[in-house]
């Protein structure tokens, strides 16, 4: 077998790898992305809680690259504390080490077992669930089928005369393999397929214990270029995370190659055997930084604030501020980053029905001005939303993703509309009448407050329900929308009934406060329909049913 052709399958093998451990990444992206993106979001609340939440995730996902992207979009701009984030790189470099663990112990005889499972509940299945965890369980077995492959390739390499001499002026330099498994890593941007491949070298007789060691060290760090160098460089706050990752992993490589005969003898002391001392390396060097950088974090977190300082706002508020377009390979991530800047939109909507209920109590010459200015932010904010969204890889999306962008879709949409209503409309309405209009009494100036307030709680519930997804909020959401119906027939009436000329002018400016309220409210109840249509709790109409 010439060194050409031994390369050449080398890195077919690899590629069988790489790809295997994508459709692992991709089938359960599909299955559960939303809900890992959930609890992840959720466990970064402290530092343990943020170390075992990376763990898990990473563990599910097989890659602690898409981890950490979904870390450092949350971090990103304080929607969640920079130390539970590292702390939760600090769980995916173990989760990582976890998975090394399982698939170095001889499984060749489940390969063909999971790859035809997943071909049959990728062919049968009638949920797309299903079909997403077949995808999920045939990419498993072609990453055990590429490890006997390459461990079969690897046999014949000890009688490779030149292999063996340039290894052999490798093999007493820590440094330099160190530097080739770190660019292995990076290539493949997966630490366990550099880890992977360092042990079937190890275990064909091709590098000793001392340099697979090092390459096991080096393909750590390796793989923490890929957040650093695909990230959203544009504003280096957003880059603290992979930074401190990379930080934490090149302080644990220049430990162990100091400590490197010490940690020699102690994994061969553990376990001799090529694919377990690899396996043990890999675990050890991950659970040792983590217990010496846990206590850390908060010192560290100090440094990189310091290091990287967040950018002053822009003066423009309708600039998009989270939608990181190195995010759009990681749908969950990007979801986050759209459902962040759709809350952008909500409180710009809240400003101007608070400046509209203070346009009716003073004399403000300026506000449609305003109103116009920040409408004009929920509206760009909807297109840029919007947009983010169709650029969406949609390899990645399962069907709990695709109704979550269809979802933030609408939500943005139906603010942007909500925004118009109260531009062209109830804007125009409160700066006629603070200027030209007679003075209203205090009965009817706490009606006019009092229809705003229940606009602003109608925007809040609306939040809630896209959000969290809130039944309560949802329902509430439908009952205002037919308690304002309620109040417009009610106003109207009184408006009718009305004989003096003030009482006829102050009425009929609180039904046109009304009806533009509510045609606000309509839009924004649209929020909740989705949610209550998953649970069968609305109606397709209030119509009575027709005579037979």
Known sequence: MTEAWLLLELAGEAALLLWGLHMVQSGVMRAYGSRLRQRLGSGLSNRRRGFAAGLVVTALLQSSTATAFMVASFCAGGAVALVPGLAAMLGANVGTALIVQLVSFNMDALAPLLILAGVVAFRSATRTRQRDLGRASIGLGLMLLSLHLMGSTMAPVENSPALRAVLRALADQPFPNLVIAAVIAWAMHSSIAGVIFVASLHAAGVVPAEAAIAMVVGANLGSALNPVLEGDRSEWARMRVPIGNLANRVLGAVLALALLPWCVAAMQWIDPGPARLVANTHLAFNLALALLMLPLLPGVARLLKRALPERPLADDQATPRY???????????????????????????????????TGFRTEDRDLTRRVARLNEVVDRLNRAVQGYLAALNTELLGEEDRRRIAEISTFAI????????????????????????M?????????????????????????????????????????EKERMRLEEADTAQRFALAVEPAAIAATGLLLEVVRDLKRVGGHLAATAHPLLERVGALRASRLADSAA
């Open 439 to 479: 003075p209203l009494d205090d009965a009817m100036m706490e009606s006019i407050q009092a229809v705003h307030l229940r606009g602003i709680e109608q925007l809040q519930l609306a939040v809630a329900a896209f959000m969290r997804e809130d039944l309560s909020a949802a329902r509430r959401l439908i009952e």
């Open 323 to 357: 939608l990181d377009d190195a995010a759009l390979r990681t749908p969950p991530v990007a979801l986050a980053n759209a459902e962040r800047e759709a809350l952008r939109q909500a409180d710009a909507l809240e400003e101007i029905l608070r400046a509209i209920a």
């Open 414 to 437: 139906n603010l942007d509309s909500a925004g118009d209503v109260l531009e062209r409309s109830l804007a125009r309405v409160a700066a006629k009448w603070a200027r030209d209009g």
